[in-house]
C-alpha cells in the first residue's frame, strides 16, 4: 500500500532513529529510567499527534485502511527498537483516540495542542485489587478518592486518561499532572519493561471539573473499540519479535554456527513464528481500524489475533534462548533484556477469557472462509 507523503517521512524517520533508541534501550533498561530522549526525538519527528486523524491536524495513523498500515507500521518499528518506548506510545495513542472518539470536540481540540506542545498522554486504568478509584460529586465538578497501579510513565506523562467510578457506572476523565506530582514511592518492580516506569498514582483529593469527563458512563468499556483496541499492544509485541529475531540471526552468524542443521531448523521456526504473527496483524490492524464488521465479529477476531501473537512470541522466545544457550541470559545483553521485555509486556488482562470468549463465537458463527 502506498504510504503519504507526511506519513511516509515520519515512518523513514523513526526507522532512521531505530539504531540509537536500541543502543539508548540497553542504558534505560539498566537504570530503570524513563526514554526521554527517545520520547523527545520522536516528539521532534511529530510523532506525538500522528495519531490524531487530519481534522485534528494529525497524520490520521490508525484511521481507515491506510492508517491502519500506517500506525501497525510504526508499532513495529518502535518495537523493535524498544519495547517500552513502544509502550508509552501505545498508550499515548489509545488515550488519544479515546478522547476523539468519545470526548467533546473541545476537549479533543486541547489534547491535539497539549500533544503539539509534546505532552505524553498516559492510559492509567487498572485499579489496585478490590478498590476502585471513586469519583464523588463537589460543588459544580468532582474530587477522586484512590489510585491507579500499573500506570507507565508514571511521573513523566503529563496527561492521562483514567477511569473512576461514580454511583452509576465507570467514567473516563483526563487528568493535567506536574512532572513527577502524586506519583507513590513504589516497592513494585517489574523485571522486565523496566523503561515504561510502571508504578502508582494518588489521585486523592484530586479536584475535576465537569469539562474533563470524557463521554458518557460506560464509555470505556465500549465495543468494539474497547477489546479490538488490543491490537496496537500486539503490534508493539510483533515489534519485540522481530528485534529477537533479528538479534537471534546476527549472533548465530557471529558464531559461524549457521550451517549447523539444528540452528538453521531453529532460525527457520522463528521466521515463520515471525510472518505469522505479521499475517495476522495485517488483517487484524485492517479490521479493528475500518470497522466495517459487527462488534461482535471484530472483537473475536483481535481477541484470537492478540492469543496467537502472544503464543509464537512465547515460542520464539524459548527458541532462540535454545539456539544462543547460556549467553541469552547474560545480564545486560540485547538478548537478555528483548525476552525479559517482551515476555513481561505480553502479560496482557484476561488472556483465558479472551481465547475462550472467541471460541464461542466461532462456536455460534463459522470462521470466515471455513
Ligand atoms: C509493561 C506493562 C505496562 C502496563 N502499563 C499499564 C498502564 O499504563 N496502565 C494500566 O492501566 N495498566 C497497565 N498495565 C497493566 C495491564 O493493563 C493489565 O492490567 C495487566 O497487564 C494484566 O496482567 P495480568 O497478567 O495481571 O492479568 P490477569 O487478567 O490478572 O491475568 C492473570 C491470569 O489470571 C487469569 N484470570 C484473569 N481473571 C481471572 C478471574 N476472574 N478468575 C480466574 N482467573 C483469572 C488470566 O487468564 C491469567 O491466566 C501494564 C502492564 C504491563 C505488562
Redesign the pocket.
Known sequence: MKMRGEQEALLCGVRSLLPEMQRDALGFDEAAEFPRASLEALAELGALKASLPEQFEGLGFGYGEQGAAELLRLFMLLGEASLSVA?LYE?HVNALQLIVRYGSESLAWACAEDAGQKHIF?????DPHGQELVLEPRGTGFVLRGR?D????AGTATRALITANDRTGTRMLLVRLRPGERVLSSRLK?GG?RA?V?GSVDFSGMEVEQSDLIGEVGDYLREPAFSAGAWRGSAAALGGLAAIVECHREQILQRHREDDPHQRMRFGQNVIAYETARLWMVKVARLACVEDDSAEAIVAYVNLARLAVEAVCLEAMQTAQRSLGLSGFIAGSRMEMLCRDLG??L???????TLTKAAAYYFRNAFPGI
Open positions: 509502550r498508550a498516559a492510559l492509567w486504568v487498572t491507579k500499573f500506570c507507565s510513565g517489574l519493561m515504561a510502571t513481561a509486556y502479560r496482557q488482562p484476561a488472556p483465558d477469557e
